[in-house]
């Protein structure tokens, strides 16, 4: 079975910054991608960032590019996602997912196995 653990959350003035991870076991994909994801209170999923295996090809949507950005360990097993000049907007659960298929980066519905989740604030 596939598993994510996420860590990382927490709380943060504007313009600081974290750096989300996510531990994946159990895939047996030959080609996947590992997407982030976020959702605030009353609002749909919005896919943020995503890595692309094998090669390891990044994906970041333009309400964060420039700011965030997704990377993973030498053994792909480890994702992160570094998140700099947060703003409050930014506020949201931020989760990790597996999407098996290998075909697109950005379609919620591609994504199977997801993470528990993890809270980031960001205060003014």
């Known amino acids: 079975h596939v598993q994510l653990v996420e860590s990382g959350g927490g709380s943060v003035q504007a313009g600081g910054s974290l750096k989300l991870s996510c531990v994946v076991s159990g895939y047996k994909y030959p080609t996947y991608h590992i997407g982030w994801f976020r959702r605030a209170p009353g609002k749909i999923h919005e896919v943020v960032a995503a890595?692309?295996?094998?090669?390891?090809?990044?994906y970041s949507a333009d309400s964060v590019k420039g700011r965030f950005t997704a990377s993973q360990d030498s053994g792909e097993h480890t994702q992160y996602l570094q998140m700099d000049s947060l703003k409050p907007e930014d506020t949201a659960m931020y989760y990790c997912?597996?999407?098996?298929?290998?075909?697109?980066?950005?379609?919620?519905?591609?994504?199977?196995?997801w993470g528990q989740g993890t809270q980031v604030t960001v205060s003014s």
């Open positions: 890595i692309y295996n094998p090669g390891g090809r990044s």
């Open positions: 997912a597996l999407n098996p298929h290998g075909e697109k980066w950005d379609v919620f519905e591609q994504y199977q196995y």
